[in-house]
T-cell receptor
């Protein structure tokens, strides 16, 4: 069974629109990481969340972790074509080092 | 400050040959992780190494795959007798882990292995 579920799997939005990507864990997280991947390239670190209720923002991207530390959301405000790519959430469940990743959300932004 | 470096970026091997993938972590990072991204699949953890030690190899296939991170030089992921199913993108990440609560992993550009 998939321990980390991302939704939606793909998303097409008009430039300027807001959007949200969700990541749900089957168990309490120690840390939750958001990355962006351009097709055929490596992963770019976006944000890391550790505390229940934590919220972080960078430019037009905001990530939140719920109080129970089992669900995170990534919100993009006023999307731009440069936001297009695959967004991956990664879970660290026991401070063990390895990250378990969701299946990814492919975002397309139409000009 | 250079990021995580991987080479080669693209590697083509014939079935039965060996593949060696290299990863140089960011300066000051002593922890290295290898992940594999198969076509149509997600990113899967393979192995976690610290200098000269394998910390967690729970994601490594039991045969043909090995990894090392020597005291000097890059980390190496070695695949012996490659098969077509090994074709994938292999990513390396590094982290400083200077405290027990810090595990921010920075990824390299990946090595895309194609087995003919």
């Amino acid at each position: 069974s998939q321990e980390l579920e991302q939704s939606p799997q793909s998303l097409i939005v008009q430039e300027g629109k807001n959007l949200t990507i969700n990541c749900t864990s089957s168990k309490t997280l120690y840390g939750l990481y958001w990355y962006k991947q351009k097709y055929g390239e490596g992963l770019i670190f976006l944000m890391m969340l550790q505390k229940g209720g934590e919220e972080k923002s960078h430019e037009k991207i905001t990530a939140k972790l719920d109080e129970k530390k089992q669900q995170s959301s990534l919100h993009i405000t006023a999307s731009q074509p440069s936001h297009a790519g695959i967004y991956l959430c990664g879970a660290d469940w026991n401070q063990g080092g390895k990250l378990i990743f969701g299946q990814g959300t492919e975002l397309s932004v139409k000009p | 400050n250079a990021g995580v470096m991987q080479n080669p970026r693209h590697l083509v091997r014939r079935r039965g040959q060996e593949a060696r993938l290299r990863c140089s972590p960011m300066k000051g990072h002593s922890h290295v992780y290898w992940y594999r991204q198969l076509p149509e699949e997600g990113l899967k953890f393979m192995v976690y190494l610290q200098k000269e030690n394998i910390i967690d190899e729970s994601g490594m296939p039991k045969e043909r795959f090995s990894a090392e991170f020597p005291k000097e030089g890059p980390s190496i992921l070695r695949i012996q007798q490659v098969v077509r199913g090994d074709s994938a993108a292999y990513f390396c990440a590094s982290s400083p882990r200077t405290s027990s609560s810090y595990n921010e992993q920075f990824f390299g550009p990946g090595t895309r292995l194609t087995v003919l």
